[in-house]
């Protein structure tokens, strides 16, 4: 069985700094593409950044220059090191990866599920 688990989330002052870490563990054949997202209270989930498996990276408007997204391919990891916070960060933070298991002939995604970080003002 396939898993994704978060870490690293915190309170954290404005300013500050919090460095996320999301490892796959399982089953697993092959990761593909890595990401995290996040979702505010009362808000949509929405695209923070992504990496493909081989290192190409995009980011959320509101976060270039600011956050930096790496992954570890021998670890099965994906990090977000978030640097500058400000309080509109604040929200909870999921892992995404596409997977291909070595139980499946078709890689699927999946979810972390989440950590939270809390930037206060």
């Known amino acids: 069985q396939v898993q994704l688990v978060e870490s690293g989330g915190g309170l954290v002052q404005a300013g500050g700094s919090l460095r996320l870490s999301c490892a796959a563990s399982g089953r697993i054949f092959s990761i593909g593409a890595m990401g995290w997202y996040r979702q505010a209270p009362g808000k949509q989930r929405d695209l923070v950044a992504s990496?493909?498996?081989?290192?190409?990276?995009n980011y959320a408007d509101s976060v270039k220059g600011r956050f930096t997204i790496s992954r570890d391919n021998v670890k099965n990891t994906v990090y977000l090191q978030m640097n500058s916070l400000k309080p509109e960060d604040t929200a909870v933070y999921y892992c995404n990866a596409d997977i291909l298991s070595r139980q499946s002939y078709n890689s699927m995604e999946y979810w972390g599920k989440g950590t939270l970080v809390t930037v206060s003002s």
């Open positions: 990496i493909t498996k081989g290192g190409r990276t």
